[in-house]
């Protein structure tokens, strides 16, 4: 029976898209958590190249106001939302929706807002430009579709 609510309420390619948005999301926003508290160099070496942060661009942000609401670090928060997408995608696969729908995409479309925020604030306050930043407005725009695509087959 639950395999066969599995089947009918997933949303094939669209759950799969999530939790990649989701893992991807939670890794840049474990990397700038970890540069935040210092726990790892921004240019450490086993770090990619593409997405090592240096003190003109990424890591020049974790110290501003832009890097911070509410006193923490907008990563942490970051985590946070990418463990609750991929938890409630997951949890859909149980046949029953964790969230209505309506739910799932106010908060998705409130944390767009955010990243369009951030990013007018990067390049218009800041003047810096951040891949990793881009990246993960990128993946939020992506969850809004994903919950909306969901939403709509059912």
């Known amino acids: 029976m639950a395999a066969e609510r599995h089947r009918e309420n997933r949303g094939g390619g669209r759950d799969v898209g999530l939790l990649a948005i989701a893992a991807l999301g939670?890794?840049?926003?474990?990397?700038?958590?970890?540069?935040?508290?210092?726990?790892?160099?921004?240019?450490?070496?086993?770090i990619p190249q593409v997405c090592r942060m240096d003190e003109?661009?990424?890591?020049?942000?974790?110290?501003?106001?832009?890097?911070q609401a509410f006193g923490a670090p907008n990563s942490v928060f970051g985590i946070a939302w990418y463990l609750a997408v991929a938890g409630v995608t997951l949890y859909r696969w149980t046949g029953d929706p964790l969230l209505p729908c309506s739910v799932l995409i106010l908060l998705a479309a409130g944390v767009v807002a955010f990243s369009v925020y951030l990013a007018w604030a990067l390049v218009q306050r800041l003047g810096v430009h951040c891949p990793l930043c881009y990246l993960s407005h990128t993946l939020n725009v992506g969850v809004l579709v994903g919950f909306v695509g969901l939403c709509a087959i059912g």
Do not use: E, M, N
Request: with cysteine.
């Open 26 to 46: 939670l890794l840049v926003s474990t990397y700038f958590t970890a540069v935040t508290y210092q726990w790892v160099r921004p240019d450490a070496s086993w």
């Open 56 to 67: 003109k661009t990424c890591a020049r942000i974790v110290d501003t106001g832009y890097g």
